[in-house]
């Protein structure tokens, strides 16, 4: 993992870029990138593969409510903690179908089934172990294409 270092010192701004990193790798993994008009959407962009459409929460950490790629550099102990709720309240599956987490110090992108959230507010991403609860769900751009 390369380290990645950056300096955007404001939320929604690091968000911003975060949502632009999103939108490119998912382009460079073969989907196309579709985003929403505004910001009142519960969901970031969506993302098409063969005609299939999944709505993607892509968000930096938490600091206003219009931020919505979900990114981070806040580490617990060896873990980076990431916020995935709306303003408090858990995501419901009728507002997104994946959660997309950028950890930016170790570039590296977990794509989240909704499901596999359980509704918290806060996960733990832990890159470097293996047999971490979300280790199937690193880089796993293939969830995003069906497969």
């Known amino acids: 993992m390369k380290k990645h270092r950056i300096d955007i010192p404001h939320p ?11 939108m490119s790798r998912a382009t460079e993994a073969g989907l196309r990138v579709t985003k929403p008009w505004g910001d009142t959407a519960a969901y970031d962009v969506a993302v098409e593969h063969h005609g299939r459409f999944l709505r993607v929460q892509a968000s930096p950490e938490r600091a206003t409510a219009t931020e919505w790629v979900k990114c981070t550099w806040n580490k617990h102990e060896n873990s980076y903690q990431c916020r995935i709720d709306a303003n408090g309240l858990p995501y419901r599956r009728d507002q997104i179908d994946f959660i997309a987490a950028y950890l930016i110090d170790p570039d590296v992108w977990y794509i989240l089934p909704l499901a596999a959230t359980h509704h918290q507010p806060l996960i733990l991403l832990s890159p470097h172990r293996k047999n971490s609860k979300y280790a199937a769900y690193k880089e796993a751009w293939s969830l995003l294409m069906g497969t």
């Not at 929604?12 to 999103?22: H, I, N, P, S, V």
């Open 12 to 22: 929604k701004e690091r968000g911003e870029w975060a949502e632009l990193r999103f």
